[in-house]
């Protein structure tokens, strides 16, 4: 694909203003340039109160963007684990994006630096070295807090029990480690929105999705711990590609955030090119946030989630039961099970996405990352 020109403001408008203000998404707070988001109905209510887990990462980089430009969501904290890039590579990366959205009073933690028992596996191979398509921003000012993650995810959860919704958009190791620390703030969380997983295939391996296959273990405690979850997979990401009109908008955007996500956006097509990709990078990560923000951008089945921890080629698989029963492997010969596979009822633990309206996902994200306000909790 060739690469066209430079957009200005009017072609933004034109690409988002005709559907977005005709009201798909209704009642939204689709800031487009100087809107004040104060007018719109959703910004009166009160935001979600949110943790946002992440790997840094270009589709993170992204989604944190959104996310600090979206009234909808009060973000308590922002955790930094190992996946795509090191944890050397992640901290900094999340602490340029609070910098670059001018979000500085968003707390920023360390994490895990590896999963909770494998070695690490990144994917820098999709991301760059430095998790940001090679874009090099200055160091980061400011320092993250002197708790790690998963204390800061337990202290918070406790001070708001009830009102916290976790949205995990990287290896779950994190979360893992603060269950294993303090597993009664499983009763106190909110929900869970999750970018891993699918019901086909993986990105990895035939079966397993990287987040999940990075650390299966820390995927497995979260499905079986009973906090609501709503997962966002592959069935669903990989229908939300990013184009050349999607950089070229953002390069017209004009302000500060726009102009990040167009420069980590150009690189990191460059590098889909060289490695011989027609298309472009898929943006998981903001696709399962907006789950938070505008969930009619998806559509959602009710499942019965396991994850794979044992198998060499199917760990990190997601095995989905859309009803019951549940029937698991057939008994070895040599145990003194009798000859019936072991089974049980059903029980729904995951919301799971099965369909996306992709151009109002790209409007939302467009339009958030174009606009010229900035959102404070």
């Known amino acids: 694909m060739s690469k066209i020109p430079k957009r200005n403001r009017r072609d933004f408008l034109g690409f988002c203003g005709g559907t977005l203000l005709a009201g798909m998404l209704e009642g939204s707070t689709l800031m487009l340039g100087e809107n004040d988001p104060s007018k719109n109905r959703e910004s009166r209510r009160t935001p979600k109160k949110v943790i946002i887990d992440t790997d840094p990462g270009v589709d993170d980089a992204f989604a944190l963007l959104m996310v600090m430009r979206s009234p909808e969501l009060n973000i308590l904290a922002i955790t930094a684990v190992a996946g795509n890039v090191p944890l050397s590579c992640t901290l900094p990366n999340a602490l340029r994006m609070v910098e670059i959205a001018e979000r500085t009073d968003i707390p920023v933690a360390g994490g895990a630096s590896e999963p909770l028992i494998r070695k690490l596996v990144t994917a820098a191979y999709a991301h760059g070295e430095n998790g940001l398509g090679g874009v090099n921003f200055p160091a980061p000012k400011i320092r993250p807090v002197k708790e790690h993650a998963a204390e800061l995810m337990c202290r918070l959860i406790r001070e708001n029990p009830g009102e916290v919704y976790l949205i995990g958009i990287g290896p779950l190791t994190n979360l893992g480690l603060a269950l294993r620390q303090d597993p009664d703030i499983a009763k106190m969380i909110r929900g869970i929105v999750l970018m891993g997983g699918s019901l086909s295939s993986g990105n990895v391996t035939p079966a397993a999705e990287f987040n999940f296959y990075v650390d299966p273990e820390a995927a497995s405690m979260v499905f079986d711990s009973g906090i609501p979850i709503t997962m966002v997979g592959l069935d669903v990401t990989r229908k939300v590609e990013l184009t050349e009109l999607h950089i070229g908008l953002l390069e017209a955007g004009g302000g500060r955030v726009s102009a990040a996500a167009a420069r980590i956006a150009r690189k990191i097509m460059?590098?889909?090119?060289?490695?011989?990709n027609s298309g472009g990078p898929n943006m998981?990560?903001?696709?399962?946030?907006?789950?938070?923000?505008?969930?009619?951008?998806?559509?959602f089945e009710n499942y019965h989630i396991e994850i794979e921890t044992s198998g060499d080629i199917t760990a990190g698989e997601s095995v989905g039961w859309k009803h019951g029963p549940l029937w698991y492997s057939a008994p070895l010969q040599a145990t003194n099970v009798d000859g019936q596979a072991s089974s049980q009822s059903f029980r729904s633990n995951a919301k799971v996405a099965t369909g996306v309206n992709s151009q109002k996902f790209f409007e939302l994200l467009i339009s958030r990352l174009t606009a010229n306000t900035v959102i404070h909790s």
């Open 270 to 276: 460059e590098l889909y090119r060289k490695q011989g």
């Open 284 to 299: 998981h990560d903001p696709l399962a946030v907006s789950a938070l923000i505008h969930p009619e951008i998806l559509t």
